[in-house]
């Protein structure tokens, strides 16, 4: 048994191209995915579901449920969904053990709903009295047995990271369960999580802010989990942390920085060290490199050299006025105010962008990475991009639909796609993964308003309230499963 009916299962998806289909969803209000499937919440509150069946495109056991309405949101792990009413009721589908099932904590989530959280494969829902209800995966973080005297009230927010959960008591407590390799034993560090005012998560690893500065670690201690190299550096005066893959980065009061996890994340040169002691706003990571802004708009990185630890053919470039830094995994690209970019890195990952160097020099309001590519947005709605061909590097076959009116551009790991003021739709990249929507041009020539994605398909909302997808068949890309139940 699923959700008082949850079916379904999940996916792993092929990478052939297909007949894309325009479906009429009416009134369409958001849609949700998981890896390789999606759920449409209509403005009434019914949910339509398409894609791969395995990963909760097939939503048949509980389509009673969905037609029904009432619905106002929908949360996804990989493989499942959990859909909400506006009563605080929950019904599931998607892979059974990855949230799709509920039957074992149906009774609890009849009602009182205010918010769920997530894992890569289970749920945790927050009642509105306090308590903490979960399901899915047991070593994901399904199975809150252990705990669960600890979080029948009291609990204000949880936090999650990939199999792991510490929810965050009124009175600054934690409680933590999930894999306790990654997070979900914290017993080493019990007797310092009090007073924590927040949390933060990397994949395998936790770190919490106490109200007196100070922070206490635990999870994965190859990937953050111990901070014991610097402890003494972390005993007060920490204003914020930040996440980043396999490390955690944490600055002080000062602008000094702290920084613990894997890829050798703390050994650089003394000279790097100085200028890591103040003024330091943020850090930005490729896999192996980091990139921190100081107040003055200068930049220091540190790491790997051939993936962004080396910016010394750009040092006078980032030596004042950078605002942020984006980052794919293996280059950087520093936006400047006045709209200037300066790229490093792996050349072909995105770090050489030579080839549109005067398109880069002004003007550039916002970029977007993908796999091994960016995609800079102009103030005069045009887009620039460089980086891997494969990955949407290369747009040059609609180049001259990507020079003026470009509102948004949505990147997926190996393509892009971009909303212009008039309603239309133009993609690039690798076809497999979104980058050719020609089979349903017609359909995005006008009146979209918004666009959704998953792993390697997009869905498009039209003012009426119909969707377009296109992408991988199995993916969520294919929606002609759904004409049917859709009255087409």
Request: charged share 20%; glycine share 14%; net charge negative.
């Amino acid at each position: 048994m699923a959700t008082p009916g949850a079916n379904a299962l999940k996916k792993r998806g092929s990478r052939l191209s297909f007949d894309p289909v325009l479906i009429s969803v009416a009134g369409t209000s958001s849609i949700a995915s998981t890896s390789g499937s999606f759920a449409a919440v209509k403005s009434g509150g019914s949910v339509t579901t398409w894609g791969d069946p395995l990963s909760g495109g097939d939503s048949s056991a509980v389509m009673p449920l969905l037609l029904k309405g009432g619905f106002v949101k929908v949360y996804s792990t990989r493989k499942a969904f959990a859909a909400v009413t506006d009563a605080g009721a929950v019904t599931c589908w998607g892979d059974l053990k990855w949230g799709g099932d509920i039957s074992a904590v149906y009774h609890l989530l009849q009602g009182g709903v205010q918010d769920i959280f997530l894992t890569v494969s289970a749920f945790a829902a927050l009642k509105n009295n306090g308590s903490v209800v979960t399901w899915g995966s047991a070593k994901g973080g399904g199975d809150s047995s252990a705990v669960t005297q600890n979080l029948q009230s009291n609990v204000v927010l949880i936090y999650a990271n990939q199999s792991a959960f510490a929810a965050v008591k009124f009175d600054g407590t934690v409680v933590t369960w999930g894999d306790p390799d990654i997070g979900g034993d914290s017993s080493a560090v019990s007797s310092q999580l009090v007073d924590v005012k927040r949390i933060y998560s990397l994949r395998r690893a936790f770190a919490a802010l106490r109200l007196d500065g100070s922070v206490v670690t635990w999870g994965d201690a190859t990937c953050g989990g111990d901070s014991s190299a610097v402890r003494d550096q972390l005993q007060s005066g920490v204003q914020t942390i930040i996440s980043l893959r396999k490390a955690f980065v944490a600055i002080k009061t000062d602008g000094s920085i702290v920084v613990w996890g894997g890829n050798d994340v703390s050994i650089f040169s003394q000279q790097v060290k100085e200028q890591l002691q103040h003024d330091v706003k943020h850090v930005y990571v490729t896999n192996r490199a980091f990139a921190a802004v100081k107040s003055n708009g200068s930049v220091v990185t540190w790491g790997d050299l051939d993936t962004g630890g080396d910016s010394s053919g750009m040092r006078e470039l980032l030596e004042s006025d950078v605002e942020k830094i984006y980052s794919n995994e293996v280059a950087f690209v520093a936006l400047k105010f006045g709209g200037k970019v300066v790229t490093w890195g792996d050349a072909k990952g995105g770090g050489d962008s030579s080839l549109v160097r005067a398109k880069l020099a002004g003007g550039v309001l916002q970029v977007f990475p993908a796999q091994g590519a960016f995609a800079a947005l102009t103030s005069d709605g045009g887009v620039v991009t460089w980086g891997d061909s494969g990955s949407g590097g290369d747009s040059s076959e609609v180049a001259d639909r990507l020079c003026s009116g470009v509102k948004q551009v949505y990147p997926l790991k190996r393509a892009y796609a971009a909303l212009k003021y008039d309603g239309s739709v133009v993609t690039w990249g690798d076809p497999n993964y979104g980058g050719d929507s020609s089979e349903v041009e017609k359909e995005l020539m006008a009146e979209v308003d918004k666009i959704y994605f998953n792993d390697m398909a997009f869905a498009a909302v039209k003012s009426s309230g119909s969707v377009v997808t296109w992408g991988d068949a199995e993916w969520g890309g294919d929606s002609s499963t759904v004409k049917s139940q859709l009255g087409m």
